[in-house]
């Protein structure tokens, strides 16, 4: 099972990194660069104070063309229990590129420009941890990119003996699919951790599930209970074990033009 792991990964990061199909696709590829970083707010300091750097953090963007979009995950039903090394922080900041090129490029302009509004940010929050994953579409029930308050649930899975990633997602598309006939607009990612990862996720990775609005997620959850998936569960059992769900909001940062 390591090895099928690893195997997926290896793949992934070389499409990431090389693949001239990603750059075609830029504006809404099915596999993209993450960045993750937990944040402790400073004291005084509150999701308010984060929020109210969006409109200077924009200029900085636009400043610098950057393809990097990002969004903030308020714990909502989360047992802090839950977390990888059971970590200490308030918020999580989530930033989303094309491709492996682009997040590069993001990074090099910011070490180079940032002081500024570092500065700023220094000022609200402290970084405890950074994480890079490669995120992975499994299923996508919209297009577009969510630009309003919205939901995220995050599962920590393993692949379980004689089990594949194609297993997986076979059992993740079928329930995708039969929640989205029931009135579901959410979507399914396969996020697959990286440098920075915390000793407690090897071999794993997050199964996601990301909502438009808040709406959207009690949309899913109804379809869910009014709907028979007992046959998608189990597929979804056969191929691998997975964590509690852990309940996000999901507050927009930047979201880059396109």
């Given at each position: 099972m390591?090895?099928?792991?690893?195997?997926?990964l290896l793949?992934?990061?070389?499409?990431?990194?090389?693949?001239p199909?990603?750059?075609?696709?830029?504006?809404?590829?099915?596999?993209?660069?993450?960045?993750?970083?937990?944040?402790?707010?400073?004291?005084?300091?509150d999701?308010?104070?984060?929020?109210s750097l969006?409109?200077?953090?924009?200029?900085?963007?636009?400043?610098?063309?950057?393809?990097?979009?990002?969004?903030?995950l308020v714990?909502?039903?989360?047992?802090?229990?839950?977390?990888?090394?059971?970590?200490d922080?308030d918020?999580?900041?989530?930033?989303f590129?094309?491709?492996?090129?682009?997040?590069?490029?993001?990074?090099?302009?910011?070490?180079k420009?940032?002081?500024?509004i570092?500065?700023?940010?220094?000022?609200?929050?402290?970084?405890?941890?950074?994480?890079?994953?490669?995120?992975?579409?499994v299923?996508?029930a919209?297009?577009?990119?969510?630009?309003?308050?919205?939901?995220?649930?995050?599962?920590?899975?393993?692949?379980?003996?004689?089990?594949?990633?194609?297993?997986?997602?076979?059992?993740?598309?079928?329930?995708?699919?039969?929640?989205?006939?029931?009135?579901?607009?959410?979507s399914?990612?396969?996020?697959?951790?990286?440098?920075g990862?915390?000793?407690?996720?090897?071999?794993?990775?997050?199964?996601?599930?990301?909502?438009?609005?808040?709406?959207?997620?009690?949309?899913?959850?109804?379809?869910?209970?009014?709907?028979?998936?007992s046959?998608?569960?189990?597929?979804?059992?056969?191929?691998?074990?997975?964590?509690?769900?852990?309940?996000?909001?999901?507050?927009?940062?930047?979201?880059?033009?396109r």
């Open positions: 390591k090895k099928v792991f690893l195997k997926t793949i992934l990061m070389s499409v990431g990194l090389s693949s199909a990603i750059t075609e696709q830029a504006d809404d590829p099915d596999i993209f660069q993450v960045e993750t970083t937990t944040m402790k707010f400073n004291s005084g300091k999701l308010q104070d984060l929020l969006r409109r200077k953090f924009s200029e900085f963007a636009k400043s610098g063309e950057i393809k990097f979009s990002s969004r903030i714990p909502w039903a989360v047992s802090k229990a839950t977390f990888p090394d059971n970590q922080w918020v999580l900041w989530i930033g590129s094309p491709n492996t090129g682009d997040y590069a490029d993001t990074l090099s302009y910011y070490l420009n940032g002081d500024m570092n500065a700023d940010f220094d000022g609200v929050r402290t970084n405890t941890d950074t994480t890079l994953m490669y995120g992975e579409v299923f996508r919209e297009r577009s990119v969510p630009e309003e308050n919205g939901a995220v649930l995050f599962r920590t899975c393993r692949l379980n003996d004689k089990q594949t990633m194609d297993s997986a997602k076979k059992a993740i598309v079928a329930m995708s699919e039969k929640l989205k006939a029931g009135g579901s607009k959410g399914s990612y396969f996020w697959y951790p990286g440098p990862a915390a000793p407690s996720m090897q071999d794993a990775f997050l199964r996601v599930r990301i909502f438009p609005s808040v709406e959207a997620w009690g949309e899913s959850g109804m379809a869910y209970q009014n709907g028979d998936l046959k998608e569960q189990a597929a979804a059992g056969r191929a691998m074990s997975c964590s509690a769900f852990r309940l996000y909001l999901s507050y927009p940062f930047y979201v880059r033009e």
